[in-house]
């Protein structure tokens, strides 16, 4: 953010937020520390203390004139231009200026971030010139990014690779070109919206975690100074001015006593101590650690670092690189994932199956299996586990576990929307510029292809003054992709089999990893239930995957098993949203043993299941996914595993799920 004349609410007057302040402070005093992620809830004051930050920053001596705010005082990291002007015997002229903060929008493109071939220029006069991007302005400075966890991949990568190397390179349009591109990662997210990347999250030096003020006192407080700087903005900077000078005297003499702190060995020894314990990956973390001590330790005045101090900086610099900590993405989900039921136990403590079920259930499995032509009627299975009288039971959700990454193959379609599941192609501006095309569709510019196609004609060619002719026929435009959410239709099986061995306790625990990775992706969702004679659309689709969470946990499972009921009614609610947005990309993620025993006509009920399948197979935009929750026990019918056959859709076990070993299951969506 460069100074554009915008009143910034003081960072002295904020309240409430005082580790958060302190993170900031940190990388202001020491930009090794390499940065801060600052994770909360809305409206926590995140954007706010972070914009306010530049007010308090030193000026740094930079070459005058230069895109990349190159120091004069260090030609190794100079970019060509300044690089030249020494190798020529001329001097430098330097100025003093602010450490800039430079914000990055999430819906910034790639070429606005990394730079790009300055077009006017080459037209003109026949040769490349680089135009640099937000990562050159950046250059020893602040990238500051708004909602971090939302950028595409693509950025993400970018971001990445000048993190780590200091450098911004560029290979692309026919230009090779590198800068110095040393940045302060500042990024701001609300963990609802989706987790980081681990590779990105590591480089982040420090991450405060925020939350609401609870004292009431404090937060009348709040809203009585907002709304003196929203009556007059300039009279509340200035009855703060004399606590943000202050401030930034302090901050400097925190700066200038840094290179005198030292840590001794036992301070060394405490922070490694301290990495093990938590598990974390790599080095990172330890030098981080010290790094952080030691600028605790000038920010309180001190020249020797103190065992507070390091545990301060852990406080700061472990809890986002602590391995096999969850950090869930919805508070309530994880609050009942954290404590689920022991095995054997239900939330509305009902009486037990009868102890004979497990000898019970074999025996009528087996008598399913001599049965000709009914090779799913096995509701028996459902009678065996209901106690007398009981109809319905609740079962309580199982233990959610993170879900690996859902990629998806690129399709040729051109689609529109928005979301972080799966990679189309779109005719917006907006996207990973991929390859070339003649068709015109919204004048978003190829220069490199154009050229490529214009130069061979230069020589027949009147050029009226410019260096390269360019005829309509040249003109060649970006084909660009993005990616997009889909719409997850859950077709759950709430039979009575479903009780056998605490299946719908796992099932419901499955389902609701991946309804938290729908939401992370910006996925619509939508719940179906069959159960007795008839299948029931429970939520149809909506963004609202907190909908989709309660209904979950209150489905109940009693009664026959009506799969072909399911299937028909998915296929409907499918074909009904494709009709509303034929941009969608519907999946039907099936979870059943495929034991149905119940049908909607004349057909035995697993002839009728195997037409309903053929139906949906044969509609391509509908892809189908089978999650078999069938235990292997005395007999295993593989029923499942022959409706995803049929289906021409993928197969999973529920076991697989729960290992970790699946949900790459929606790749291929």
């Known amino acids: 953010m460069e100074n554009t004349g915008r009143v910034v609410y003081p960072f002295t007057a904020i309240i409430g937020q005082e580790k958060l302040q302190t993170g900031l402070v940190l990388n202001a005093i020491n930009p090794k520390i390499n940065g801060i992620l600052v994770r909360g809830e809305k409206g926590t004051a995140k954007s706010t203390a972070v914009r306010a930050l530049a007010a308090l920053l030193p000026e740094i001596e930079a070459v005058s004139g230069c895109p990349y705010n190159c120091n004069p005082g260090d030609p190794a990291r100079m970019c060509e231009s300044c690089r030249a002007e020494i190798s020529a015997g001329r001097a430098l002229e330097t100025k003093l200026r602010r450490v800039q903060v430079i914000d990055l929008p999430v819906s910034a493109t790639e070429d606005r971030v990394v730079g790009s071939l300055d077009f006017e220029y080459a037209i003109k006069h026949g040769r490349p010139r680089f135009e640099p991007g937000l990562l050159a302005r950046a250059n020893r400075g602040i990238l500051y990014i708004d909602e971090v966890n939302l950028l595409d991949d693509h950025i993400v990568d970018v971001l990445l690779d000048a993190a780590a190397m200091g450098t911004n390179v560029v290979e692309r349009e026919g230009i090779s070109f590198s800068h110095p591109a040393e940045i302060i990662l500042v990024g701001t997210m609300n963990p609802e919206e989706g987790e980081l990347r681990p590779q990105l999250l590591d480089r982040f030096g420090l991450c405060v975690q925020v939350e609401g003020v609870k004292d009431p006192g404090m937060r009348a407080e709040i809203v009585k100074r907002r709304e003196e700087f929203d009556a007059n903005p300039l009279e509340f900077v200035s009855r703060w001015a004399g606590e943000e000078q202050k401030l930034k005297e302090r901050i400097a003499a925190a700066r200038h006593l840094l290179p005198q702190v030292e840590a001794s060995r036992d301070m060394i020894d405490l922070a490694v101590r301290l990495c093990l314990q938590e598990n974390v990956a790599g080095h990172r973390a330890d030098i981080a650690l010290i790094t952080t001590a030691l600028t605790l330790?000038?920010?309180?005045?001190?020249?020797?670092?103190?065992?507070?101090?390091?545990?301060?900086?852990?406080?700061?610099?472990?809890?986002?690189?602590?391995?096999?900590?969850?950090?869930?993405?919805?508070?309530?989900?994880?609050?009942?994932?954290?404590?689920?039921?022991?095995?054997?136990?239900?939330?509305?403590?009902?009486?037990?199956?009868?102890?004979?079920?497990?000898?019970?259930?074999?025996?009528?499995?087996?008598?399913?299996?001599?049965?000709?032509?009914?090779?799913?009627?096995?509701?028996?299975?459902?009678?065996?586990?209901?106690?007398?009288?009981?109809?319905?039971?609740?079962?309580?959700?199982?233990?959610?576990?993170?879900?690996?990454?859902?990629?998806?193959?690129?399709?040729?379609?051109?689609?529109?929307?928005?979301?972080?599941?799966?990679?189309?192609?779109?005719?917006?501006?907006?996207?990973?510029?991929?390859?070339?095309?003649?068709?015109?569709?919204?004048?978003?510019?190829?220069?490199?292809?154009?050229?490529?196609?214009?130069?061979?004609?230069?020589?027949?060619?009147?050029?009226?003054?410019?260096?390269?002719?360019?005829?309509?026929?040249?003109?060649?435009?970006?084909?660009?992709?993005?990616?997009?959410?889909?719409?997850?239709?859950?077709?759950?099986?709430?039979?009575?089999?479903?009780?056998?061995?605490?299946?719908?306790?796992?099932?419901?625990?499955?389902?609701?990893?991946?309804?938290?990775?729908?939401?992370?992706?910006?996925?619509?969702?939508?719940l179906i239930a069959f159960k007795g004679n008839a299948a029931e659309v429970l939520l149809p689709p909506t963004n609202s995957v907190e909908m989709g969470q309660k209904l979950l946990e209150d489905l109940p499972t009693g009664g026959k098993t009506p799969l072909s009921a399911g299937l028909c009614k998915a296929y409907e609610a499918a074909k009904t949203f494709l009709h509303k947005d034929p941009n969608i990309s519907p999946l039907l993620i099936i979870v059943s043993d495929g034991k149905g025993n119940v049908s909607m006509g004349t057909d035995k009920p697993w002839s009728e299941v195997q037409k309903m399948a053929g139906i949906i197979q044969k509609e391509e935009r509908i892809k189908t996914l089978v999650i078999d929750v069938e235990n292997d026990g005395f007999v295993s019918l593989g029923l499942a595993r022959e409706l995803a056959q049929a289906l021409g859709g993928d197969y999973y076990k529920l076991d697989d799920l729960k290992a970790d070993e699946l949900v790459q299951a929606v790749k291929k969506v």
């Open 297 to 526: 330790a000038a920010w309180h005045g001190r020249t020797e670092v103190r065992e507070e101090d390091v545990r301060e900086a852990a406080e700061l610099v472990l809890p986002h690189r602590c391995r096999n900590i969850p950090r869930p993405p919805l508070e309530q989900a994880e609050s009942r994932g954290e404590q689920p039921e022991p095995p054997g136990r239900e939330s509305d403590a009902r009486p037990e199956s009868p102890p004979e079920y497990e000898p019970k259930e074999r025996q009528e499995l087996g008598k399913n299996e001599r049965r000709e032509g009914e090779r799913g009627a096995n509701e028996d299975e459902t009678n065996a586990v209901l106690p007398a009288g009981a109809s319905e039971r609740v079962f309580a959700i199982g233990q959610p576990f993170a879900v690996r990454k859902i990629a998806k193959e690129r399709d040729r379609v051109l689609r529109q929307g928005s979301g972080r599941r799966s990679r189309t192609r779109t005719a917006s501006r907006a996207g990973r510029y991929v390859r070339s095309t003649t068709q015109r569709r919204n004048d978003d510019l190829a220069f490199d292809a154009t050229v490529r196609s214009a130069a061979p004609c230069q020589p027949y060619r009147c050029k009226k003054g410019v260096a390269l002719a360019i005829e309509p026929g040249d003109i060649r435009e970006k084909v660009r992709e993005k990616r997009i959410g889909n719409l997850l239709l859950f077709v759950v099986d709430a039979s009575g089999s479903m009780g056998a061995r605490q299946r719908m306790v796992e099932t419901k625990g499955a389902i609701l990893s991946l309804l938290l990775d729908a939401y992370q992706k910006r996925d619509k969702i939508g």
